[in-house]
């Protein structure tokens, strides 16, 4: 069983994931924002889980000091860790243009650089060991249909792929295996369109609703209705259970959990298929594969 380290955990895919590892065996660790404030309920309702291996950490992406506290605590406790998963972000709607740049750097702080700032409290930890896995919870958004008034979160989702997969190249070799998990559109199960921001420009706002008025809502409504009746967004945390229980060496590169097909799984394998054929050509092919010792 392994020690892990999930980010963003206090609702949504996080809290979802964090419980079902828990109840494959799993010791785990269900990073959150304020755990003495406004997380306390999650935090509260996460050390209740009956399997007494869930266990709530202050974790704010944010800010250096809380990622190296987080990661510190897991190894001070466990005196490892196996397996992290980059789950924090945050959702904006509304027209691009009305977002002021200070809201798209806040965005992106959250989305790609806390990832960042997170690999670099708990990869040393992973490096050291020789061994560990690394999960980065995408978007379809990246490759597959996107609609308007959601373009900072594409963005910011589209850094964060690119990111990892530049990751799981530099990492393969110190025995550091990388899976990119790419959830669709999910309109029930998860709080990401109900607690989305929205633009502080609201004089440039208003000059797009004389041409698109109700366009969000028309979004919403279609993707809703996409969504086949099946759906279910525990499929993706039953998803990261399953990767993180593969072999070593056997886990897959990239994940789809998406029951609308926006068309991100026909473009990853084409895009995925191109890189792998590139480093194959330059002589790299190894780092597709973490060493095995």
Not at 178 to 190: D, K, N, S, W
């Amino acid at each position: 069983m392994s020690t892990i380290l999930i980010s963003g955990a206090s609702s949504g895919f996080g809290a979802l994931t964090a419980r079902a590892l828990a109840d494959a065996g799993h010791t785990v660790y269900a990073g959150m924002r304020d755990l003495a404030g406004r997380n306390a309920p999650a935090a509260a309702e996460a050390k209740a889980h009956p399997s007494g291996r869930l266990h709530p950490v202050e974790l704010d992406v944010a800010t250096d000091a809380s990622t190296q506290r987080a990661v510190a605590t897991v190894v001070a406790e466990q005196g490892r860790l196996d397996v992290l998963i980059h789950n924090a972000g945050h959702m904006v709607t509304g027209p691009a243009e009305a977002f002021t740049p200070e809201q798209l750097a806040a965005l992106y702080d959250v989305n790609v650089v806390g990832t960042q700032r997170l690999n670099r409290a708990a990869l040393p930890v992973l490096r050291e060991q020789g061994d560990g896995l690394v999960v980065w919870v995408g978007s379809s958004s990246t490759r597959g249909g996107t609609p308007p008034y959601l373009a900072p979160y594409f963005a910011a989702k589209a850094g964060m792929d690119a990111l990892a997969q530049s990751y799981a190249l530099e990492l393969s070799r110190f025995g550091i295996e990388t899976t990119i998990v790419v959830p669709g559109a999910f309109t029930h199960g998860t709080n990401h369109f109900a607690h989305s921001g929205s633009p502080a420009d609201t004089a440039v706002v208003a000059q797009y609703e004389q041409h698109y008025a109700g366009l969000m809502e028309q979004v919403g409504q279609k993707l809703a209705e996409l969504e086949p009746a099946w759906a279910d967004v525990a499929e993706v945390a039953r998803a990261i259970v399953d990767v993180v229980g593969t072999e070593k060496g056997r886990r897959p590169f990239r994940v789809h959990i998406d029951p609308s097909d926006d068309g991100s799984v026909a473009v990853n394998a084409v895009a995925d298929r191109i890189r792998a054929d590139f480093l194959l050509r330059i002589g790299l092919a190894d780092l597709l594969h973490p060493r095995v010792a």
